[in-house]
């Protein structure tokens, strides 16, 4: 097998078995050139670059470079390509790559330009040297390749790369073989491994640039370590705040589709409507977005939470005016029964039938409302806690919650928790105020901080109608009925199907009823029935005091304390039914009422429902550990349990 030395041009001659297709690597004996061998059909040189001792694994691994003949060259040095170029052993043409899978041509390397330029100033006129042939002398030869030398007038100037000088070679006899070498450590620095991934650079002092990149590198590292601190403190300091800002960025998740976002805007639009029918349509669309998206909507989810909160309030106010109607009825009854205690006679019995039958009827309705209030709430909290459930941060779950929770009637200090939660993420948002108003409100001292929140909701979302009827309640607790009446028209005329608003609406526009001629000595204010109620309770004259309580009623027909009175009255005339209405409407009122809590234990106790008795009075010791009451409460419990 005949072989030349790719660098120096002598030939040898090898024995065909002594060339594997794995290859041999041999050393030229005249220029110390190594190289390897492999059985091919034809034969193929390429350089060999040894490694440095101690080095691991396979990281760093060759460039190549194919020539125009398809001859691939290896190379690790940037500066053995920049001398290739130079002694024309590469040319513009040849292609250059690391893995092998991508090529590039050396001449579209800008910073490569500089090198072919000597090699064009050296021999005008000619184009950049071919690739070198084989020659078919077999004579060797010793003489390498003149170094190129740039011209006396470059027309821009152009570095000149420098090379470790060579030793002179003495003139050397080429044995028959070549020498097949012990591979030997090399000594040059070697790039680092990724250099391939950046531009090619003429300045041969490659350790030097690299610690520059590094200093830049800095400049960078800095500020976007300064960003990641700022973010991770923003997390750490408000959750809620930070992920409602990526929610709102990510957008929705895939599972939700096109359709089911439409179906739900328009459950949206429904709710605001806030009449009966539009409530039953709400939840139509509402939950067929939610199964659209098979359970994956956090946000349609809250809402529909929302919107059945919403429907068992609604019961609740119905329940509460029946209460009044049937407390009314009761007063009528009473009054046509005999003083003294006996049995009515026939035709005050005829009387007193009509009533009763009527009492029955709205009892009826009562408890048809009673119940629908309470499938309403457990159907709320089953979409409330599946919502927090597929995203505990997001924000519609918690402003449903804490509407749920005012509807429930539990204490302001359950509530004040996820109420302070929710605030701190969207603080003005409309719904959010509605509840916040809707809190005040249960508070007849609190009316203006009612009024202020459900007016700001109103003026960020004008069809939040729900907003503006509790706002129209308010207004006329204020003796603002003027004010109430603007809005009730608004909710009328946006939504004619509003049956509350009509109501109201109907109650305001008709004429006053005359006056009734003052009894002398009887009260005509709100304190002074209530003052003498009390007196005549004092007296025990039960009846007189029922009659007070009720004169006081009209005029403040859900002070908690007046139906408090009215309940302990029922309480000693025998009446538990009517004397629990009474307690609890006014719990529903003023839930932290201790008068009211010791009244409905007490009347428990009495009929002989000892776990609901026990249950009120454990209510008060959790609301009055030192109330006045509270000896008679733990005292009552002991003897019950």
Request: glycine residues 6%; neutral net charge; charged residues 30%.
């Amino acid at each position: 097998m005949d072989v030349r030395c790719e660098r120096c041009g002598t030939e040898y001659e090898l024995k065909d078995n002594h060339v594997t297709e794995e290859g041999v690597t041999v050393k030229c004996s005249t220029c110390g050139h190594l190289f390897k061998i492999r059985k091919k059909s034809f034969v193929l040189t390429e350089p060999v670059i040894l490694e440095k001792k101690g080095a691991e694994g396979t990281g760093d691994r060759n460039w190549m470079v194919r020539k125009a003949d398809g001859t691939v060259l290896s190379f690790k040095e940037l500066t053995t390509l920049q001398k290739w170029i130079v002694e024309r052993k590469v040319s513009r043409d040849d292609e250059i790559s690391k893995s092998g899978e991508t090529w590039k041509q050396l001449g579209g390397i800008a910073e490569l330009a500089s090198f072919f330029l000597v090699v064009d100033a050296a021999t005008p006129g000619a184009p950049a040297a071919a690739p070198m042939t084989a020659a078919p002398a077999r004579t060797p030869t010793t003489q390498p390749l003149p170094a190129a030398t740039p011209p006396s007038q470059p027309q821009s100037p152009v570095p000149t790369p420098a090379y470790p000088p060579q030793p002179a070679q003495p003139a050397v006899t080429p044995p028959s073989q070549p020498v097949i070498p012990t591979v030997a450590p090399s000594t040059q620095p070697s790039e680092p491994d990724s250099w391939g991934t950046q531009e090619f650079a003429g300045d041969d002092d490659v350790v030097k640039k690299w610690k520059k990149r590094g200093r830049r590198k800095w400049f960078l590292i800095v500020p976007l370590l300064a960003i990641v601190a700022g973010v991770c403190g923003w997390y750490l300091v408000s959750t809620e705040s930070f992920m409602s800002v990526v929610h709102s960025i990510a957008g929705k998740p895939e599972a939700i589709t096109e359709a089911a976002v439409a179906q739900y805007k328009t459950g949206q639009a429904h709710f605001l409507k806030d009449s009966k029918g539009e409530l039953e349509l709400a939840i139509r669309d509402i939950n067929a977005a939610v199964a659209a998206t098979g359970g994956k909507y956090p946000e349609a989810m809250a809402v529909l939470g929302e919107v059945h909160v919403t429907r068992a309030a609604k019961h609740d106010l119905w329940i509460n005016a029946l209460d009044q109607k049937i407390a009314a009825l009761d007063l009528q009854i009473e009054a046509l029964k005999p003083k003294d205690g006996s049995e009515p006679r026939k035709e005050v019995l005829e009387k007193i039938a009509p009533l009763h039958n009527q009492k029955v009827g709205i009892q009826k309705e009562r408890n048809v409302r009673v119940d629908a209030a309470r499938k309403d709430l457990d159907a709320a909290k089953r979409y409330i806690d599946a919502a927090q459930e597929a995203d505990p941060l997001a924000f519609a779950p918690q402003r449903a919650r804490v509407d749920y929770l005012r509807v429930l009637k539990v204490g302001r200090d359950q509530i004040e928790r996820p109420l302070k939660k929710a605030q701190t993420v969207k603080p003005n948002d409309p719904g959010l105020l509605y509840v916040e108003g809707a809190l005040y409100a249960d508070d007849k001292t609190s009316l203006d901080l009612a009024a202020g929140k459900l007016t700001k909701a109103i003026e960020l979302t004008p069809e939040l109608l729900r907003a503006r009827y509790l706002l129209a309640e308010v207004l006329i607790e204020q003796k603002r009925p003027d004010d109430a009446k603007i809005h009730l028209q608004h909710i009328v005329q946006a939504s004619p199907a509003h049956e509350l608003a009509r109501d109201l609406l109907a109650t305001l526009e008709k004429p006053p009823e005359p006056e009734k001629p003052k009894v002398p000595g009887q009260p005509d204010t709100f304190e002074g029935w209530m003052k003498l109620a009390q007196t005549l309770q004092d007296q025990e004259r039960t009846k007189k005091a029922l009659e007070a309580y009720a004169a006081a009623l009209e005029l403040k027909p859900d002070d908690p304390k007046a139906l408090t009175g009215r309940g302990f009255c029922f309480f000693d005339l025998g009446q538990l039914r009517n004397a629990v209405k009474s307690f609890r409407q006014a719990l529903r009122k003023k839930p932290r009422h201790g008068n009211a809590i010791i009244g409905l234990a007490e009347v428990h106790k009495d009929r002989g429902d000892t776990d609901n008795a026990i249950e009120s009075y454990q209510r008060y010791l959790e609301t009055f550990p030192n109330g006045p009451e509270a000896a008679l409460a733990e005292r009552n419990i002991k003897e019950l349990q």
